[in-house]
């Protein structure tokens, strides 16, 4: 087997590792697993470096497992919360469970036929049967409450401020760790992996394999990765919207690869060896290039269009850029007509915009009235009338004159005009 906590170490994703696991993973196939929680319908770029690290483990002949926490979701993971979380009800757990499936499959092939093919298992699936006696006699047994209370996911809730920490939540570790020893028992699986967080659920997961198992059959290791930081502290995975989404129904695709192009030069440095699997030659080229110019952002734009294809499509990446293009390149009035209204309104998110009836469009608007009375986009007849003469007004990207009058002709989907005063101030008309 190839070495792959080598290749993780040095895309910095190998946080805590216990004793025996990589000799593991270099003797033979690794049956290897990783939870998500079902919080959500979709997956946010939090859970990208998770679903990376499947994909290395496929790629590196390992077998991996992604489960779905249809049964720990309905207590709630108290890993890095301060407060208890709201319990979904079961139809929203179940919508959120089928999300998450249908994100997860874009990325591995579930019904693949190769003997390293990913699996994809719900623990619902075997908790729904167990009952509490049976949990607390079989499981509970095996572990200590002494043990339990020196984690860090427990002790920081019970030390700190707050309403402490409920036994449904307290419970959550063995939950966790009962999924361990069951994916043990039917799929050999000896490895689990996921954020440094969950160091402490998932060691107690390998402890219930050893106390529930004897000799080889108590084999059972652990691997975090790091949580990924900015440079400057502040948290990763959110922009001004909020969550950046793996869905394009809740993170456009335009905006997806903006948030990439926009990542400062040391994040990107950081996050080309985390995000893609681009190899170490051509990562350490960009970065040597990079450093030359940085004004060209080579490293951002490489780091967006792998992301956007991984994520989404290269026809999706395709349009992306085709978007950026029409606020920061030399576009036509041929290249913004192409966008679609979702998009449009994506590129031109926050951007002044005014209402006009479609009786005024047809009838045909000079241009002047437009600028000022129309929208108040310029301030005055006057000020309108010299910036048209500076040649220094664009409608949808095309210079304009003072003799120009718009017509239903300028309309972009039937609905928008984008009206333009220098190279960066935009305005954006409506027609109702």
């Known amino acids: 087997m190839k070495n792959i906590i080598s290749e993780l170490q040095w895309r910095g994703l190998v946080h805590d590792i216990m004793p025996g696991t990589e000799e593991q993973l270099l003797k033979e196939m690794t049956t290897t697993y990783i939870g998500f929680d079902p919080t959500s319908d979709s997956l946010h770029i939090g859970s990208l470096v998770p679903i990376i690290l499947l994909v290395h483990l496929k790629n590196f002949g390992h077998k991996p497992i992604a489960l779905v926490g249809g049964a720990t979701g309905m207590i709630g993971d108290p890993s890095g919360k301060s407060d208890e979380r709201n319990l979904l009800d079961e139809a929203t757990l179940n919508y959120n469970v089928e999300g998450i499936k249908s994100v997860l499959s874009r990325f591995l092939d579930f019904n693949s036929s190769e003997i390293n093919a990913p699996v994809l298992v719900n623990n619902y699936d075997w908790m729904k049967n167990l009952s509490f006696i049976n949990f607390a006699r079989d499981v509970g047994k095996r572990i200590t409450v002494n043990y339990m209370m020196a984690k860090d996911s427990v002790k920081k809730r019970l030390s700190g401020e707050g309403e402490g920490m409920s036994f ?50 108590a084999k059972a290791y652990a691997m975090t990765c790091p949580l990924i930081t900015k440079a400057d502290g502040t948290k990763f995975g959110k922009s001004e919207g909020g969550n950046v989404w793996l869905t394009a129904d809740k993170t456009s695709v335009y905006k997806f690869y903006q948030f990439w192009l926009n990542t400062t ?60 293009n029409i606020l920061f390149g030399n576009s036509t009035s041929d290249d913004l007509k192409q966008l679609n209204e979702a998009t449009f309104l994506d590129v031109f998110d926050g951007v002044p915009q005014a209402e006009i009836s479609r009786a005024e469009i047809e009838a045909g608007i000079n241009i002047v009235d437009v600028l000022n009375e129309k929208t108040g986009f310029l301030k005055s007849n006057g000020e309108a009338r010299r910036a048209l003469t500076a040649n220094s007004i664009s409608v949808n990207k095309e210079k304009v004159t003072e003799e120009f009058s718009l017509s239903n002709k300028d309309l972009i989907n039937n609905q928008f005009v984008l009206l333009q005063s220098g190279k960066k101030n935009y305005f954006v008309l409506r027609v109702k």
């Open 265 to 324: 030069d040391v994040d990107a440095e950081k996050y080309i060896k985390i995000f893609t699997f681009l190899d170490a030659a051509t990562i350490d080229t960009l970065i040597v290039e990079h450093k030359t110019a940085p004004h060209l952002r080579v490293l951002q734009r490489r780091l967006a269009e792998e992301l956007t294809v991984f994520v989404h499509s290269k026809e999706d990446l395709e349009n992306a850029i085709k978007a950026s």
């Open 168 to 217: 449904t939540e307290f419970t959550y570790q063995l939950i966790q760790g009962y999924d361990f020893y069951h994916l043990h028992k039917e799929y050999n699986c000896l490895l689990q992996m996921g954020g440094s967080d969950q160091w402490g659920n998932i060691t107690t997961g390998t402890e219930l394999v050893r106390r529930m198992n004897v000799g080889e059959e």
